[in-house]
């Protein structure tokens, strides 16, 4: 009694290069998060994207093209996305520490946070410093627009430049991330109770 072939398993569908590249940038973002610039492989990039180092080399001439690449990938995520460190639109002063401290426990963070550190320890180089700066400024305008939408509302005391508060919550987020990435001890939730005082400061005077 004759038995019928198995029929070949499918060949693995290829990769259009808009597919590959995205590829490559999630891989690259992984291991230059828990390796660093130096520790992170290109090789060990290359594979886990499911590609070669030449194919990864067309789509990025360096790896430090490569990193330049993850950083504003991830910047572009997050501001797109409304993840970024942006009060939702129209919030009272109240939901800026609620922000922060639900950032905080956003473990995902971690990871964005570690990628801007190590771009920023770079910086010096030229393309990397232009990068960085693109994701300060792509950043930090959403959450001054939001904070005189709020001084518009009435929520957020008017007397006080938009520009002086967006470096006032822009520089607390900052250090709370960074304190949060070195060691996730509960010792950056102390930012939080800072951002409810900043909340109270920052509220139009009772009646006013």
Known sequence: MSTMAADPPAAPRRMRA????????????????????HGAGTAAIAREAGCSEAILYRHFASKKALLTAVLRAEVARRVEGGDAIVPPPGAAPVSLADVLAS?????DLGVTAR???????MSGDPEMGEAVREGFNAVRGPVRTALAAGQAAGVLRDDIDAESLTWM?????????VRNTLAEDGVALGAVGAARELERVLAPPAGG
């Open 169 to 177: 919550w822009h520089g607390l987020f900052l250090v709370a991330l």
């Open 103 to 107: 950032h905080l426990a956003d473990g």
């Open 115 to 121: 990628l801007v550190l190590l771009a920023i320890s």
């Open 18 to 37: 808009p597919e590959r590249r995205e590829a490559i940038l999630a891989a690259a973002r992984r291991e230059f998060a828990l390796h660093g610039f």
